[in-house]
């Protein structure tokens, strides 16, 4: 917030994009560091916390709104800049009225708290909730895995193809359920379409294994059997993790073999939802400014 402030301590008016650019190339934060998302993959990480931060300081009367999609710094900001502050942060913001009104809980008629107050953290709501999803993603994840390890071998063969037609692969279900468990062939547990059309084929080797690490000479023998069939692409699926050595092995190779650990899965399970279900979902918006940059938002015809 305080390099925000800075920021306009010229008096001038501006804008929220050209204010984030000027504090990322202060920051010389890297472009992999702006491109960084919030797990919901909608927003980035360093633009929220711009947009945020002048949200807060606007909530603490040191920023105004002298136009559409402008702000500039008012006398009570300025007042803030003489003292020659380190940082700013919540605690510091209320020390003013209306700031303390903006992050008071509110009730309704009905006696319900409907906002929590904003911790005293360099967090944004949309850090919070996006730590907090992360911390049931995680959780929920290792439970799956968990849940995975203590299931019979035929329940993982089951799994593995309902998770590659979840994926596109396979052609249908049926498909894809008779071409894997059947082979046992030097290595390899099932082929399936890598299309609906059959255009090309996956090699896959499915293993549900407890506590071990799978190294390089099981990939070596997966890749042997796949050199046997004359292919060009693999899958070995595991519950288990992959050493090193098996990783920089597959990287070398002509063919494509893909290697998908037990942390790996039960992410793709989590994403394409096979052992979970919905129980809540929550919607985060934003003010559209474009609404307000003219009258076309109010256009009735």
Same mark, same amino acid.
Request: positive net charge.
């Given at each position: 917030?305080? #390099? $925000?402030? %800075?920021?306009?301590?010229?008096?001038?008016?501006? +804008? *929220? =994009?050209?204010? @984030?650019?000027?504090? @990322?190339?202060? !920051? %010389?934060?890297?472009?992999?560091?702006?491109?960084?998302?919030? #797990?919901? &993959? &909608?927003?980035? *990480?360093?633009?929220?916390?711009?947009?945020?931060?002048?949200?807060? /300081?606007?909530? @603490?009367?040191?920023?105004?709104?002298?136009?559409?999609?402008?702000? =500039? *710094?008012?006398?009570?900001?300025?007042?803030? /800049? &003489? =003292?020659? $502050?380190? %940082?700013?942060?919540? %605690? !510091?913001?209320? +020390?003013? #009225?209306?700031?303390?009104?903006?992050?008071? #809980?509110?009730?309704?008629? @009905?006696?319900?708290?409907?906002i929590e107050p904003l911790e005293e953290s360099s967090k944004t709501p949309e850090d919070m909730i996006a730590s907090g999803y992360t911390k049931l993603r995680k959780s929920l994840e290792s439970d799956l895995l968990a849940r995975v390890k203590s299931c019979p071998p035929d329940f993982f063969e089951r799994l593995v193809v309902r998770l590659v037609t979840k994926m596109g692969y396979g052609g249908s279900l049926a498909d894809a359920g008779k071409a894997i468990g059947k082979s046992g062939d030097g290595g390899i547990d099932g082929v399936i379409k890598e299309d609906k059309l059959g255009l090309d084929l996956l090699y896959i080797q499915a293993k549900r294994w407890e506590n071990t690490t799978v190294g390089r000479p099981e990939i070596q023998k997966f890749v042997g059997a796949l050199y046997g069939r004359k292919a060009k692409k693999g899958i070995f699926i595991t519950t288990a993790t992959f050493s090193k050595e098996a990783r920089e092995y597959v990287d070398g190779l002509e063919s494509r073999v893909i290697l998908i650990d037990g942390p790996q899965l039960s992410e793709y399970m989590f994403d394409y939802e096979i052992g979970v279900s919905t129980v809540d979902s929550y919607v985060v918006k934003r003010m559209d400014s474009d609404f307000f940059e003219d009258d076309a938002g109010l256009d009735l015809n």
């Open positions: 917030m305080l #390099p $925000l402030l %800075k920021l306009t301590a010229d008096g001038k008016e501006h +804008q *929220i =994009q050209e204010s @984030a650019m000027i504090l @990322a190339g202060e !920051f %010389k934060l890297t472009e992999g560091e702006l491109k960084e998302m919030l #797990p919901s &993959g &909608g927003t980035g *990480i360093f633009f929220s916390r711009v947009g945020w931060a002048r949200t807060y /300081l606007k909530k @603490a009367g040191l920023l105004c709104n002298p136009k559409r999609s402008r702000f =500039q *710094i008012t006398e009570r900001g300025l007042a803030v /800049l &003489g =003292q020659n $502050l380190k %940082k700013i942060d919540v %605690k !510091f913001l209320k +020390q003013f #009225p209306e700031f303390l009104e903006f992050q008071s #809980p509110k009730k309704t008629a @009905a006696g319900d708290v409907v």
